[in-house]
């Protein structure tokens, strides 16, 4: 079965960077859209970026606009979120998912199963 693994979690204190990896395993998603979504404790899942499958296209989350990147490696079939700057209200878990439609990212087909990101104050 095909999924999306994240890595590249971890605790930080704040004004530190992180990032974050999404591959698949046991398939390719090649050709497909991707985005970051995080959920904090108590609050709901929130977009933090996504990317159109050839990259040209991006969205950000106003909340990480000028702080976060989204990226990807089609040739690793891999997609980065680079998080700078980062700050306690990013703590969260942080998920990778994938739509073939880059308008319809909001409502992935495809999740992986998160990675814990907290940043210390």
């Known amino acids: 079965q095909v999924q999306l693994v994240e890595s590249g979690g971890g605790l930080v204190q704040a004004g530190e960077s992180l990032r974050l990896s999404c591959t698949p395993s046991?398939?390719?998603?090649?050709?497909?859209?991707k985005g970051w979504f995080r959920q904090a404790p108590g609050k709901e899942r929130e977009l933090v970026a996504a990317?159109?499958?050839?990259?040209?296209?991006?969205t950000y989350g106003d909340r990480v606009k000028g702080r976060f990147t989204i990226s990807r490696d089609s040739a690793k079939d891999t997609v980065y979120l680079q998080m700078n700057s980062l700050k306690p209200e990013d703590t969260a878990v942080y998920y990778c998912?994938?739509?073939?439609?880059?308008?319809?990212?909001?409502?992935?087909?495809?999740w992986g199963r998160g990675t814990q990101v907290t940043v210390s104050s």
């Open positions: 046991g398939g390719t998603f090649y050709g497909y859209s």
């Open positions: 990317i159109s499958r050839s990259g040209s296209d991006t």
């Open positions: 998912a994938a739509h073939r439609s880059y308008s319809n990212i909001y409502r992935p087909q495809y």
